[in-house]
């Protein structure tokens, strides 16, 4: 804003924008600068959101820009928040649950704007080329994992952090993939940006939980239009945040699992007992960031 720096997220800045209809042209200047999405969510969902069954327990918020239906008596140990004009209950719930009505919904940068951030090269684009696949055992090829029967795929941190990148992903039988964050941390990058690639995932327990070293945390963040199915009763340590567009897929949980983390989704639907233990930290800061308006309009006279 002072006129003469080079401008670098996430400082404020001035957007001035000139428009002309039928030859007259008018010029608007306005002030905007960046917040901070504070991800303190156990469970969250943009865009219709199911519990299936009474066995799931939530140990932390949920929150929800829209409806919210429970298909039985989850559990949850902290609130609901209702976020904006659009949310609400589908059907009244059975159990009884503390609620929170924010008259504003939750913005949320997309997986495209956080990837663009961390890799100002080419973002997802660049991460398809330039990615830590080969650093897993085994390593992964081509992009995608296929693991059927009792197959076991490790994947490993490093210093600063790994970055793998994957088009698809299938997990078979009792097959697992695991995390190895006992070097750095991991973040698992699901493309391209809208793409259809199949996501089904077994397994994800984790060296070190975020509880024991907070430097070292695993995240998932998807910006396909698919479905990311997580199946099984092995425990999860990740922050899965798979919200990118509004053709974004959901999160589908099956099974029993501990999910020690977070999920940030568009769509979310819960079947079985899966058990989400909410981390702090796994999702804040790290470019998470949306541009607002910040208290000047201003019409410059030609």
């Not at 901070?36 to 009474?54: C, H, K, M, Q, R």
């Not at 897993?136 to 952090?161: E, F, H, Q, V, Y």
């Given at each position: 804003r002072d006129g003469s720096s080079p401008w670098s997220a996430p400082n404020p800045l001035y957007i001035i924008s000139k428009g002309t209809v039928n030859g007259v042209s008018r010029t608007v200047k306005i002030a905007a600068k960046g917040f901070t999405v504070n991800a303190n969510y156990a469970l969250f969902g943009e865009s219709g959101d199911t519990i299936n069954g009474s066995s799931a327990t939530i140990d932390g918020d949920i929150g929800v820009n829209s409806w919210l239906n429970f298909n039985g008596q989850p559990t949850v140990h902290g609130t609901i928040n209702f976020n904006g004009p659009s949310s609400g209950w589908l059907t009244s719930p059975t159990g009884t649950y503390t609620i929170n009505v924010n008259a504003s919904a939750v913005i949320w940068p997309s997986v495209d704007s956080l990837a663009n951030t961390a890799f100002p090269s080419g973002g997802l684009?660049?991460?398809?080329?330039?990615?830590?696949?080969?650093?897993?055992?085994?390593?992964?090829?081509?992009?995608?994992?296929?693991?059927?029967?009792?197959?076991?795929?490790?994947?490993?941190?490093?210093?600063?952090?790994?970055?793998?990148?994957?088009?698809?992903?299938?997990?078979?039988?009792?097959?697992?993939?695991?995390?190895?964050?006992?070097?750095?941390?991991?973040?698992?990058?699901?493309?391209?940006?809208?793409?259809?690639g199949s996501f089904v995932f077994s397994g994800g327990s984790a060296h070190i939980k975020m509880s024991e070293d907070p430097t070292k945390p695993v995240?998932?963040?998807?910006?396909?239009?698919?479905?990311?199915?997580?199946?099984?009763?092995?425990?999860?340590?990740?922050?899965?945040?798979?919200?990118?567009?509004?053709?974004?897929?959901?999160?589908?949980?099956?099974?029993?699992?501990?999910?020690?983390?977070?999920?940030?989704?568009?769509?979310?639907?819960?079947?079985?007992?899966?058990?989400?233990i909410y981390q702090q930290g796994m999702l804040s800061g790290g470019g998470s960031i949306y541009y607002g308006y910040d208290s000047l309009w201003q019409e410059i006279n030609p």
């Amino acid at each position: 804003r002072d006129g003469s720096s080079p401008w670098s997220a996430p400082n404020p800045l001035y957007i001035i924008s000139k428009g002309t209809v039928n030859g007259v042209s008018r010029t608007v200047k306005i002030a905007a600068k960046g917040f901070t999405v504070n991800a303190n969510y156990a469970l969250f969902g943009e865009s219709g959101d199911t519990i299936n069954g009474s066995s799931a327990t939530i140990d932390g918020d949920i929150g929800v820009n829209s409806w919210l239906n429970f298909n039985g008596q989850p559990t949850v140990h902290g609130t609901i928040n209702f976020n904006g004009p659009s949310s609400g209950w589908l059907t009244s719930p059975t159990g009884t649950y503390t609620i929170n009505v924010n008259a504003s919904a939750v913005i949320w940068p997309s997986v495209d704007s956080l990837a663009n951030t961390a890799f100002p090269s080419g973002g997802l684009s660049w991460l398809a080329s330039h990615n830590d696949n080969l650093l897993s055992s085994p390593s992964i090829a081509g992009n995608t994992i296929t693991l059927k029967g009792n197959a076991t795929l490790t994947l490993k941190g490093k210093s600063g952090g790994a970055n793998y990148y994957l088009t698809d992903v299938s997990c078979s039988g009792s097959s697992v993939i695991t995390f190895d964050n006992s070097t750095g941390p991991i973040t698992v990058w699901f493309g391209p940006s809208g793409g259809s690639g199949s996501f089904v995932f077994s397994g994800g327990s984790a060296h070190i939980k975020m509880s024991e070293d907070p430097t070292k945390p695993v995240r998932i963040y998807a910006a396909t239009n698919s479905d990311l199915t997580f199946n099984g009763n092995v425990e999860l340590d990740a922050a899965i945040y798979n919200f990118n567009s509004t053709s974004s897929g959901r999160v589908v949980i099956n099974g029993t699992p501990d999910l020690y983390g977070s999920v940030i989704s568009h769509h979310f639907t819960f079947n079985g007992g899966a058990h989400i233990i909410y981390q702090q930290g796994m999702l804040s800061g790290g470019g998470s960031i949306y541009y607002g308006y910040d208290s000047l309009w201003q019409e410059i006279n030609p």
